[in-house]
């Protein structure tokens, strides 16, 4: 299996209830390594570009109102198959759905207050990084 990288957040609910800690032990216990972590607060400019994606979403504003509401932690994150390890780790988009043993079902407070987002293939993840991170702020 190839050493891949992904890119996390560590997103307002958990660094308003100061569980940044245990949101990265859990990674870090699935085999993942933290290469590079800053902690910012994000301007409305880059949550809206960040998730670009998710414009259309009604969801949308909420969304980016919500991840500019207080500091979040962005990470890249580096280990065996990483966006696969990661998004297992996190569990389900709804921490309703979300397995046990997930940070998500550990940890998260709803839909959109859940703790952690992770890249969802490779292509995201290198896109996702470049966003937020200069290669010489990684230190693999
Ligand atoms: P994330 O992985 O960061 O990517 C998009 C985010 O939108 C997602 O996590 C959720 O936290 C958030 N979100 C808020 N409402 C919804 C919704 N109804 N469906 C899906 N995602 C939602």
Redesign the pocket.
């Known amino acids: 299996m190839a050493v891949t990288r992904t890119f996390s ?1 560590i ?1 307002p609910d958990a660094t308003r209830r100061n569980i940044t800690g245990a949101v990265t032990k859990m990674l870090e216990e699935a085999g993942l390594r933290v290469i590079a972590s800053k902690r910012i607060r994000m301007s409305r400019e880059q949550a809206e570009g960040f ?1 670009a994606v ?1 414009a259309e ?3 949308f504003a ?2 980016c109102t ?2 500019t509401s207080g500091p979040v932690v962005v990470q890249v994150l580096e280990g065996e198959d990483a966006v696969k390890r990661n998004r297992d780790v ?1 569990g389900a ?2 921490p309703k759905d979300a397995a046990e043993g997930t940070i998500r079902k550990a940890l998260a407070e709803s ?4 703790t ?3 890249s ?1 293939s490779d292509e995201n993840a290198a896109t996702e990084i470049e966003f937020f991170f200069t290669p010489q702020e990684i230190v693999g």
């Open positions: 957040i997103k998730y998710h979403r009604p969801f909420d969304l919500f991840m996190m988009t709804n839909i959109e207050a859940n952690v987002h992770g969802d």
